[in-house]
């Protein structure tokens, strides 16, 4: 598959996988690809496959998952 074909098969795996709505699947693909996660993809054809998409899909999610929410006011 093409590199746009395959950030699309993430974001789509991301939506149907972790119940996120499309346009913040979307913000973690390009999030991802300005941190140039897709480097290698987009350089390799052999790692645009389903098998990968998956992974790539847990993989972004979870780190997204990860990431502390920004916190409230500070207690004084």
């Known amino acids: 598959m093409t590199y746009e074909e395959y950030l699309d098969e993430v974001t789509t795996l991301i939506v149907e996988k972790y119940n996120l709505a499309d346009a913040a699947a979307i913000k973690l693909v390009v999030a991802a690809q300005d941190a140039e996660f897709f480097v290698k993809h987009d350089d390799d054809p ?29 207690r004084r």
Do not use: C, E, F, M
């Open 46 to 74: 052999a790692l645009r496959n389903i098998d990968q998409a998956h992974k790539d899909a847990k993989t972004l999610y979870t780190s997204a998952s990860a990431v502390p929410k920004a916190p409230g006011k500070p």
